[in-house]
Nanobody, 127 residues
Framework: QVQLVESGGGLVQAGGSLRLSCTASGRTWNRYTMGWFRQAPGKEREFVASISWSASKTYYTESVKGRFTISRDSAKNTIDLQMNTLKPDDTAVYYC????????????????????WGLGTQVTVSS
């Protein structure tokens, strides 16, 4: 089992940056594919980015490519999401997700791909 706790959310003006972190605890967490999802008010939860167990593969939804970067630090049991050039449309609750890796390069992108979730952190981007 893996327990996930997100941090780093907040209020930022459009064009600004935020860095989200997810701290994981549990057995052999470094063999988990990790991801970030978000849910805006009145909308379904959607995929943002994911990173393979080996960190060799990353995958982003089209709307954040070139602005967001996902990374992981196995020594610290954390994954980060660096978010730059934020837009009001990025406003949402951001959730960290994890799933035991099927292979070192598997990264996942669907809600159903991930079985462990954090409680989320709010990101608000003002115009």
């Amino acid at each position: 089992q893996v327990q996930l706790v997100e941090s780093g959310g907040g209020l930022v003006q459009a064009g600004g940056s935020l860095r989200l972190s997810c701290t994981a605890s549990g057995r052999t967490w470094n063999r988990y594919t990790m991801g970030w999802f978000r849910q805006a008010p009145g909308k379904e939860r959607e995929f943002v980015a994911s990173i393979s167990w080996s960190a060799s593969k990353t995958y982003y939804t089209e709307s954040v490519k070139g602005r967001f970067t996902i990374s992981r630090d196995s020594a610290k049991n954390t994954i980060d999401l660096q978010m730059n050039t934020l837009k009001p449309d990025d406003t949402a609750v951001y959730y960290c997700a994890a799933e035991p890796s099927r292979s070192s390069d598997w990264y996942g992108s669907r809600l159903a791909d991930f079985g462990f979730w954090g409680l989320g952190t709010q990101v608000t981007v003002s115009s």
